[in-house]
């Protein structure tokens, strides 16, 4: 069995900025639905090896959310 692909679960109040660890090819993205993810959510998320992160203090909309991500992880990638 291959190993699970590193996962991030998007946070507002998450303690750390999206970021990735050098090298990174794949990458799970959780993203909750409109209004968020509770908290019970998250915790069982980071058990099944996400880390949380932030996308700083502006919560954005389930919409347009995947794309502010997306956008950030191919900038830290050097892809844009």
Do not use: C, K, W, Y
């Amino acid at each position: 069995m291959q190993p699970a692909l590193p996962g991030v679960v998007l946070d507002p109040e998450a303690g750390q900025r999206l970021a990735v660890a050098p090298g990174t090819r794949e990458l799970r993205i959780l993203i909750g639905p409109e209004g968020g993810l509770d908290r019970a959510e998250i915790l069982l998320a980071e058990r099944n090896g996400f880390s949380s992160h932030s996308l700083g203090p502006r919560v954005l909309r389930a919409e347009t959310a995947p794309a502010a991500a997306l956008a950030i992880l191919q900038f830290l990638g050097g892809d844009l």
